[in-house]
């Protein structure tokens, strides 16, 4: 009789998958991983369709992470089809299309239970962080049940990639802690994927002028297309004359920060008006300087916040009703396999004239 199994052939041999595998600063390649399997009953096997690359990519790639280390996978949007779920997942079955949060969360510690998803005491920022990532064949997500979106059948996948981080992103980082109010003034520093869903998301509120500042001009135009009122170039332009100008001296209501310099979030500070918001949306590598000397008795918030990913079955409505049209982001297409073109498109946005870009498998 045959035997199945060639007997020098270790049984359990891992299936392996390509995967873009981090290396240290300025170093990645797309390699051979093992495949990810059930590690525990909650996690669900996904086979990715179509991922994309983060600003927060970038900064990982420039050493601004250092939690990330050699061998990880990184990424962490994305949509897929559910290739096996753990025995205790029960909200999702194989098959079944999903967008990946970039946010893992069990949904019942104590800062799920306050919908601070970001710092579940089993999750957070994990994926392609601490754990491997979405820029593979396939990924393991932990706690499926609550981190893991029901895709409505017919629904633009692609467009629904931008729901996995940047709306969100924009949304809960920058307008609902930034308050964005019916007739504010809102300054948007950094007109990325992520500046630029602010001000999608802003327009929920009417402010009464959003101003987007770059130092990219493609982005700026791009900007006025995506509903922004008025547009500043900071390489060519001194923003806090130009800011004073054009609100009577007073400066703006709402600065969000969607750059993560020091100098796009030192800017912001001294733009705010009396009682304004200062929204930190940026991962910064490097500590800021704090004007307290002349902010102190300006009556101004300044926040900061991980995205919780708390609102994506609010987006998904307002995307599902056309209110939002994030596939307007999405200028680049690629192969998994060219991830690496990818990343050198994304990393060069002003050149490639690049917002988004969507890797298919
Ligand atoms: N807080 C969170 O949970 C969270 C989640 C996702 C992304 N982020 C962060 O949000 C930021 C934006 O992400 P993205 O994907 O849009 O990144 P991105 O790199 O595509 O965009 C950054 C933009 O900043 C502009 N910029 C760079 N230097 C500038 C300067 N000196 N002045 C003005 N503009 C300048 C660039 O031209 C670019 O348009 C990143 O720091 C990212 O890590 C934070
Ligand atoms: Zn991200
Ligand atoms: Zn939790």
């Known amino acids: 009789m045959e035997t199945l199994v060639h007997p020098e052939e270790p049984q359990s041999a891992l299936k392996l998958m390509k995967a873009l595998v981090y290396h240290g600063p300025g170093k990645k390649s797309w390699e051979d991983k093992p495949q990810p399997a059930i590690k525990t009953p909650t996690d669900a096997i996904i086979k990715i369709l179509k991922t994309t690359i983060c600003g927060t990519?970038?900064?990982?790639?420039?050493?601004?992470?250092?939690?990330?280390?050699?061998?990880?996978?990184?990424?962490?949007?994305?949509?897929?089809?559910?290739?096996?779920?753990?025995?205790?997942?029960?909200?999702?079955?194989?098959?079944?299309?999903?967008?990946?949060?970039?946010?893992?969360?069990?949904?019942?510690?104590?800062?799920?239970?306050?919908?601070?998803?970001?710092?579940?005491?089993?999750?957070?920022?994990?994926?392609?962080?601490?754990?491997?990532?979405?820029?593979?064949?396939?990924?393991?997500i932990p706690h499926a049940d609550n981190s893991l979106y029901h895709i409505p059948a017919g629904a633009d996948e692609e467009a629904l990639v931008m729901l996995s981080?940047?709306?969100?992103?924009?949304?809960?980082?920058?307008?609902?802690?930034?308050?964005?109010?019916?007739?504010?003034?809102?300054?948007?520093?950094?007109?990325?994927?992520?500046?630029?869903?602010?001000?999608?998301?802003?327009?929920?509120?009417?402010?009464?002028?959003?101003?987007?500042?770059?130092?990219?001009?493609?982005?700026?135009?791009?900007?006025?297309?995506?509903?922004?009122?008025?547009?500043?170039?900071?390489?060519?332009?001194?923003?806090?004359?130009?800011?004073?100008?054009?609100?009577?001296?007073?400066?703006?209501?709402?600065?969000i920060e969607a750059v993560g310099i020091p100098a796009t979030f030192e800017l912001c500070t001294s733009i705010i008006a009396?009682?304004?918001?200062?929204?930190?949306?940026?991962?910064?590598?490097?500590?800021?300087?704090?004007?307290?000397?002349?902010?102190?008795?300006?009556?101004?918030?300044?926040?900061?916040?991980?995205?919780?990913?708390?609102?994506t079955p609010m987006l998904l409505k307002t995307v599902q009703s056309k209110k939002l049209q994030p596939n307007n982001l999405i200028t680049h297409h690629f192969k998994l396999d060219q991830v690496i073109d990818a990343y050198e498109t994304f990393g060069n946005a002003a050149k490639e004239k690049a917002l988004k870009v969507i890797l298919t498998s």
């Open 57 to 140: 990519d970038l900064h990982i790639m420039k050493g601004d992470v250092p939690e990330v280390t050699d061998g990880r996978i990184i990424g962490h949007e994305g949509v897929g089809i559910i290739e096996e779920v753990g025995s205790g997942v029960s909200n999702f079955k194989k098959g079944d299309h999903v967008i990946i949060s970039c946010i893992t969360s069990c949904g019942k510690c104590e800062y799920c239970k306050k919908g601070m998803y970001s710092h579940c005491q089993d999750g957070g920022w994990i994926l392609g962080h601490l754990i491997d990532g979405t820029q593979a064949e396939y990924v393991r």
């Open 165 to 255: 981080d940047i709306l969100p992103t924009g949304f809960e980082c920058g307008v609902l802690n930034g308050q964005v109010k019916p007739g504010d003034t809102v300054a948007i520093v950094g007109a990325g994927p992520v500046g630029l869903a602010a001000l999608l998301t802003a327009q929920f509120y009417s402010p009464a002028e959003i101003i987007m500042i770059d130092s990219d001009d493609n982005r700026m135009g791009v900007s006025k297309t995506f509903g922004a009122t008025k547009t500043i170039n900071n390489s060519t332009v001194d923003v806090m004359e130009k800011i004073k100008s054009l609100t009577n001296g007073k400066g703006v209501n709402v600065a």
């Open 274 to 311: 009396p009682g304004g918001h200062v929204a930190n949306v940026g991962v910064h590598g490097k500590s800021v300087t704090l004007h307290l000397e002349t902010l102190w008795s300006q009556n101004i918030t300044i926040t900061t916040r991980l995205v919780d990913t708390v609102t």
